[in-house]
């Protein structure tokens, strides 16, 4: 089936540093990937679109330039919390939409816990 | 902008007992997800129901979507412990256009008493 990994899975860092975040697919290739995030007890809510190749998406509230993404290939995309603070602690998902005609399912990372001091 | 109400938000139940779980649209769905998180964890992917009035089922678990589009249940049967979890439902606000992204309800959190 398909697998999508995050990397890391925790990551703790002080107050002002910048953490990158990847996520792959594993065994298939991604021309979109998507990035959440999700506070406790809460959903999942929708940072941005990135299609490889191009720039991402952005939802509406998300900084840009907080929320570094770069998707350089169809099995890669990260994400770059830049001077990270710690109201940015929260847990990260991406997910990875395969090419498939007619098929729309995503699938998800494993998630990467962020707790910033 | 799409919004998803799921209910209950939460459910205990008795290992054994047959459970439902509702997601409701407020407009018209081009396809409804189901996924099923661990705490901490990423989300697995049940099932996808496009059709008014589709139904699957995998293993113990059915999912419907009602004629009208806007309305899903999930409903699992002789529920174990290994089904306790998050359920979330999600929505695919691409409303014809090209720009799909999944749209997700806040969850029912599901707990199985052995």
């Known amino acids: 089936g398909a697998v999508v990994s995050q990397h890391p899975s925790r990551v703790i860092c002080k107050s002002g540093t910048s953490v990158k975040i990847e996520c792959r697919s594993l065994d298939f290739q991604a021309t979109t990937m998507f990035w959440y995030r999700q506070f406790p007890k809460q959903s999942l809510m929708l940072m941005a679109t990135?299609?490889?190749?191009?720039?991402?998406?952005?939802e509406q509230g998300v900084e840009k330039d907080k929320f570094l993404i770069n998707h350089a290939s169809l099995t890669l995309s990260t994400l770059t919390v830049t001077s990270a603070h710690p109201e940015d602690s929260s847990f990260y998902i991406c997910?990875?939409?395969?090419?498939?005609?007619?098929?729309?399912?995503?699938?998800f990372g494993p998630g990467t816990r962020l707790t910033v001091l | 902008s799409q919004e998803l109400e799921q209910s209950p938000q939460s459910l205990i139940v008795q290992e054994g007992k047959n459970l439902t779980i509702n997601c409701t649209s407020s407009?018209?769905?081009?396809?409804l997800y189901w996924y099923k998180q661990k705490y901490g964890e990423g989300l697995i992917f049940l099932m996808m129901?496009?059709?008014?009035?589709e139904e699957k089922s995998h293993e113990k678990i059915t999912a419907k979507l009602d004629e009208k589009k806007q309305q899903s249940s999930l409903h699992i049967t002789a529920s174990q412990p290994s089904h306790a979890g998050i359920y979330l439902c999600g929505a695919d606000s691409r409303s014809g256009g090209s720009n799909y992204k999944l749209t997700f309800g806040k969850g029912t959190l599901l707990t199985v008493n052995p």
């Open positions: 129901l496009q059709k008014g009035g």
């Open positions: 990135s299609n490889e190749g191009s720039k991402a998406t952005y």
């Open positions: 407009k018209t769905l081009y396809g």
């Open positions: 997910s990875a939409r395969p090419f498939r005609g007619g098929l729309n399912e995503q699938f």
